[in-house]
């Protein structure tokens, strides 16, 4: 994880610091295959050299990005998580728990349907 170093260690307020490593220490030890990188300012994770999701953070919320397409076949499952979400991401409020069984198929389904594939996000 010593590529996210830098964005974690910037990371003020230490309970959202806590969240994202504890993220992260999850998907890197569910998913060894992935790359950790910092691309466009934001931690993602690359398999063969696509975009599989990537994270963010606000003051109320942090984020994933699985893209717009997972978000929408994903669509029941995040409500029924209690997330907001928009066309591209999903918001994890702080204070709500990170459902890492919705995490685990959305970067699953990724990995599947996004092998072999040649650009970094779809088209």
Known sequence: MKELKDY?????????????????????????MLDAAIKWNQPMFIHEGTFIIGFSMAMHHMSFTPEEALVTLFLDDIKKSGYDHTKGLVK????????LKLLRRM??????????????FRK
Do not use: L
């Open 107 to 120: 970067i699953e389904f990724n990995i599947e349907d996004k092998a072999g594939y040649k650009n970094f």
């Open 92 to 99: 994890v409020k702080w204070n709500q728990e990170v459902d």
């Open 8 to 32: 974690i260690d910037a990371i003020e307020i230490p309970e959202q610091r806590k969240r994202m490593i504890d993220v992260f220490n999850w998907i890197e030890k569910e998913f060894p």
